[in-house]
Structure formats: structure tokens, C-alpha cells
């Protein structure tokens, strides 16, 4: 699967959120964090660790991307699989990551998002605040998953995201080409 996103800055989450819910889907609560494991002295586009809670789920995902940029949109070809649910260590999460270090990894930076998700017209919304080793604010994420990264599937989806970050009340020139992990490397 291909993950065609698009984010933004977002001035006044409230509202935003307001505009989110009176189109989209009923707006779940949800938490993210991420861990970035590389080959020591590795680039950033590792493996990726993510403790994800959505009102009373909690589970790890573990996932890899090949990453690609077309101006403002991100085209990742994304693969990923579930550890398990609950704590870290009931989880497999602790041990998973003693793995990777045993392997040479390293983890190489952190990251949390929170904030609410929505549904809408085959497109998840996040307003979310990201954070790390410092708070990057607050950001509309919009995503679409596609089986394929043709350029007409990728010009069609970027219409679509453009239209909902409309919807939204956020305008183009807000949009953020830069990924979050070299927002929060610098």
C-alpha cells in the first residue's frame, strides 16, 4: 500500500476541529508515540516503533517506509505490522526493542502525537499537536491509502487533499513539505 499525505500548519486547532466535525466522521481521541531506530550512523528513515492508544486500545505497531516527496505531498510506500496490545512489556515492545539493539540499531529520535482523527470521502484527518525534543505545534495531517503510486492516482489524490484542507479552513499556504523528523533534528 501506498500512503499519499499531506500536512499543514494549523494557527487555531479549535476551530479546525470544529470545521473537522461537521463534515468528517465522529472525531476520536488518539496518542502516538513514535521511536526511529537506524543503523548507527544511519539517515532517519528507519524502522519505525509506534505506541498507539485510540480511546481504550493501546497496541505497537512496528513499520518501514520507502519515502518519497512530490512537492508538497509525501508518497511512502508503507509497511507495517502489530506487536500487540497493552503495556510494553505484555506487548512484546521491550523485548522487541532489545532485538533491535542486539541487531545494532540505535534509536535515533522520538517523537509523540495527540490529538483527534476523522474520517471523511476515503481520507483520514489528524489535528494533531507533534512534539520531541521540541513542540513543533499543531499540524492537520490528511491521508490517503492507495494500491498503487501512478501518477495519475497521485494526482487525483492530491486534488482531493487540497479540497479537504479547504474544507478545513487551512489554507495552501500553510502546507509543510518538511518531514516532522528533520523538523525535529534541526
Avoid at 23 to 34: C, N, Q, V
Avoid at 91 to 105: A, I, T, V
Avoid at 157 to 166: D, G, I
Avoid at 170 to 184: C, V
Amino acid at each position: 500500500m501506498f500512503e499519499i499525505e499531506l500536512k499543514a500548519h494549523v494557527d487555531n486547532p479549535e476551530d479546525c476541529k470544529k470545521s473537522l466535525s461537521g463534515f468528517g466522521s465522529e472525531g476520536e481521541a488518539f496518542s502516538k508515540e513514535d521511536s526511529y531506530w537506524v543503523v548507527s550512523n544511519g539517515n532517519i528513515s528507519g524502522l519505525r516503533v509506534r505506541r498507539e492508544k485510540t480511546g481504550e486500545k493501546e497496541l505497537v505497531k512496528v513499520s518501514w517506509k520507502k519515502k518519497e516527496k512530490q512537492n508538497e505531498l509525501e508518497i511512502n510506500e508503507e509497511n507495517e505490522f502489530e506487536l500487540g496490545a497493552g503495556s510494553a512489556k505484555a506487548c512484546g515492545q521491550e523485548n522487541f526493542e532489545k532485538f533491535l539493539e542486539l541487531l545494532g540499531l540505535e534509536k535515533k529520535l522520538s517523537k509523540q502525537k495527540n490529538g483527534w482523527s476523522w474520517q471523511y470521502n476515503g481520507i483520514t484527518a489528524e489535528l494533531c499537536e507533534v512534539s520531541g525534543k521540541k513542540n513543533l505545534g499543531w499540524f492537520l495531517e490528511l491521508e490517503i491509502m492507495a494500491a498503487e503510486n501512478s501518477a495519475q492516482t497521485i494526482a487525483g489524490a492530491r486534488k482531493k487533499l487540497l479540497m479537504m484542507l479547504e474544507k478545513s479552513g487551512i489554507g495552501k499556504d500553510k502546507i509543510e513539505s518538511r518531514y516532522y523528523a528533520d523538523m525535529l533534528d534541526n
